[in-house]
């Protein structure tokens, strides 16, 4: 499956961004579908991520409150819906799917097969 992450753009502290993650070549909703980050300098960090059975979301404790994961199956997309950013959330998010990644592994960047080429996000204060 190839990944194609959009959405990003600069933005004020207190306004909201979605982005986009649009899958070619399979069907996405056999995948668990996750969003990453990475900051200049830092280790690329966990933010979302959606399972396939049921459609489970989990996030980070950062995130917890003001990002929401969603997917369209029909639109074979995957959605992060970011809410009041802060300037701590300026990042490259990506996002990442696999289709075999177990429940205890769907914070962990070696769990996923599959990335996007990232789109970034910029939160001035």
């Known amino acids: 499956v190839q990944l194609q992450a959009s959405g990003g753009g600069l933005v004020q502290a207190g306004d909201s961004l979605r982005l986009s993650c649009v899958a070619s070549g399979r069907t996405l909703n056999t995948y668990v579908v996750a969003w990453f980050r990475q900051a200049p300098g830092k280790e690329r960090d966990f933010v979302a991520a959606?399972?396939?059975?049921?459609?489970?979301?989990y996030y980070a404790d950062s995130v917890k409150g003001r990002f929401t994961i969603s997917r369209d199956n029909a639109k074979n997309t995957v959605y992060l819906q970011m809410n009041s950013l802060k300037p701590e959330d300026t990042a490259v998010y990506y996002c990442?799917?696999?289709?075999?990644?177990?429940?205890?592994?769907?914070?962990?960047?070696?769990?996923?097969?599959?990335w996007g080429q990232g789109t970034q996000v910029t939160v001035s204060s």
């Open positions: 959606v399972r396939r059975s049921q459609g489970s979301t």
């Open positions: 990442a799917a696999d289709m075999h990644t177990i429940l205890s592994a769907v914070r962990d960047t070696r769990a996923y097969d599959n």
